[in-house]
């Protein structure tokens, strides 16, 4: 009986063969015939593959059968489950179409909780009916771009569509694995030879759609309710927008020191445009550039757990990086005092706090709009840079002393020496981020374009794209997956993902499974 299986299985495996070779090398010699144009031959190729691969999978479908063990099996548990007398349907789909599988399963009885289907053991299949494949494909282009895209891009390609809600879902399984996968992975390699390692945060904010209803809302949108589920994002000019809530970006990355002077800083901020920079072009770059996100609030609705979050997580990146604190270590960021705490907090005491310098010089440019109202952008230059050439010198203080004389000499109205103030206030609270002279020496960033960069990559190329509203748990589950594609781990994630997913949905075999198979083979 065994052997004539196989001599089924390879018949029909050589007439798969035989009927591949036939259609291809026929498109080929038609092509040839009547003088087809070669992207007409690539296209016609394509969609035979497709089709070949359509009639392939399914001959394992077919090969394998309902993949019925017997009316009993005794599993490694002790217990005994039952075949179902009615075979159970899945659907099923690939890159290559889609499939219906019928199936034997086994439980205690018909209308109880199926236990164990040995076709899904066997071919390891998936949790929802889209292939591991297709979700790979599929959620690598959400990352990037709306899911209405996705679903027009796969459509082009494979020639069948993928419904947005059904990206959605897959998006928020996938997210599902985030957090452990971060667990679990290979520590960031510490600095060496006098790298500086160096921590940063910021702030973006996310346009949520406002819900219709309770019932629509994000936290009752899942696929088993009975009311349809809120989208995870929207881009209809239809939509109500929503207020913007917050999410707290982290970036951590290497870097060898760069020694410089102030004037060489102040002659690049101060640059005409027309001329080139090309001798800053050498400058050392970021290694080991990781970065996170999140939205999560408390009942309260704060961004406390989000800054937790991204702040614990600089935590374990620093003991990964500096373990003995031996490198130096740059806290670098804007003014927002709530991020400072939490890196105060958090991080350890050898922690040098450097305000970044493009957010210090827009109060400069701040003042001279107050102080000279009349003047336009060129006419303020000289001022300004004359007080960032303080500034990068280390003079904050005279700065400071200089707003508040000029706002007493020029009669400034209440409202104007009150911004001025403003200003200076600014200024106090974060001198003792702003020595400036002395980063410069010892070569650490002064300027905050990492995380900015991070901002603008996570939030904005595809969170916050034009038009786009969010439901909370979107937004979040998109923001785990984007940095994963972001810190280049999508591969290594999806791997993750699926090992984890196959370990819970098959965590017991059948106990006379391999010897079935040794049977079987005999």
């Known amino acids: ?51 070949i691969g359509h009639h392939a999978l399914g001959m394992v479908f077919e090969l394998c059968g309902t993949c019925d063990k017997g009316e009993r099996l005794d599993m490694e548990n002790g217990s005994q489950l039952n075949k179902l007398p009615e075979l159970h349907r899945r659907e099923y789909q690939s890159v290559f179409g889609h499939f219906e599988l019928e199936r034997a399963v086994y439980g205690s009885r018909e209308g109880q909780k199926i236990e164990y289907i040995p076709l899904d053991v066997q071919l390891q299949l998936p949790k929802s009916k889209f292939s591991y494949l297709l979700q790979d494909w599929d959620q690598s282009l959400a990352v990037k771009g709306p899911y209405t895209s996705v679903s027009e891009t796969l459509q082009k390609i494979l020639g069948f569509p993928l419904y947005v809600s059904s990206l959605e879902r897959t998006t928020r399984n996938l997210s599902e694995s985030v957090e452990s996968f971060w667990e679990n992975q290979v520590d960031a390699p510490c600095a060496v030879n006098e790298q500086l390692v160096v921590y940063s945060a910021d702030c973006k904010g996310v346009v949520m759609r406002k819900p219709s209803s309770k019932n629509s809302s994000e936290e009752n949108s899942s696929e088993e309710s009975t009311v349809k589920p809120a989208s995870l994002e929207s881009n209809s000019k239809k939509t109500h927008s929503g207020k913007k809530k917050m999410a707290v970006v982290g970036a951590v990355y290497t870097i060898k020191p760069n020694p410089r002077t102030p004037d060489e800083v102040l002659e690049t901020l101060f640059r005409p445009p027309s001329e080139s920079a090309s001798h800053h072009t050498h400058r050392p770059k970021p290694q080991h550039k990781h970065v996170r996100a999140s939205m999560r609030r408390d009942e309260m609705d704060t961004l406390q757990p989000a800054s937790n979050e991204i702040f614990n997580w600089l935590q374990s990146e620093q003991h990964q990086r500096n373990p003995f604190g031996s490198q130096p270590n740059i806290l670098l960021m804007d003014g927002q005092k709530s991020l400072w705490d939490h890196g105060k907090e958090t991080l350890s005491n050898n922690v040098t706090e450097v305000l970044d310098l493009l957010h210090g010089s827009s109060y400069v440019w701040k003042a001279a709009q107050v102080l000279f109202p009349s003047h336009g952008t060129k006419e303020n230059i000289p001022f300004v840079k004359k007080q960032v050439e303080c500034i ?124 079935y198979y040794k049977a079987k083979v005999a």
Request: net charge negative; charged share 25%; hydrophobic share 35%.
């Open 1 to 51: 009986m065994n052997n004539s299986n196989e001599i089924v299985e390879s018949q029909k495996s050589q007439k798969l063969l035989e009927q591949t070779q036939q259609e291809l090398v026929g498109i080929v010699e038609d092509a040839l015939r009547q003088n087809t144009a070669l992207h007409e031959v690539e296209q016609n190729l394509f969609r035979k593959v497709l089709e």
């Open 392 to 515: 990068l010198n280390g003079h904050v203080d005279t700065v400071i002393q200089g707003l508040d004389d000029m706002a007493i000499h020029q009669g400034l109205k209440k409202k104007q020496c009150e911004e001025i103030e403003k200003i200076c206030n600014y200024f106090k609270n974060n001198a003792h981020r702003m020595h400036y002279d002395e980063y410069l020496a010892a070569g650490y960033p002064i300027a905050s374009g990492v995380i900015e960069g991070a901002c603008r990559h996570v939030i904005c190329d595809r969170i916050s794209i034009p038009g786009m509203r969010w439901v909370m748990d979107g937004a979040q589950s998109m923001l785990g997956l984007r940095c994963i594609f972001i810190n280049d781990d999508w591969d290594n994630f999806m791997k993750f993902h699926i090992e984890q997913e196959q370990q819970t949905l098959y965590p017991i075999h059948a106990a006379n499974e391999e010897e």
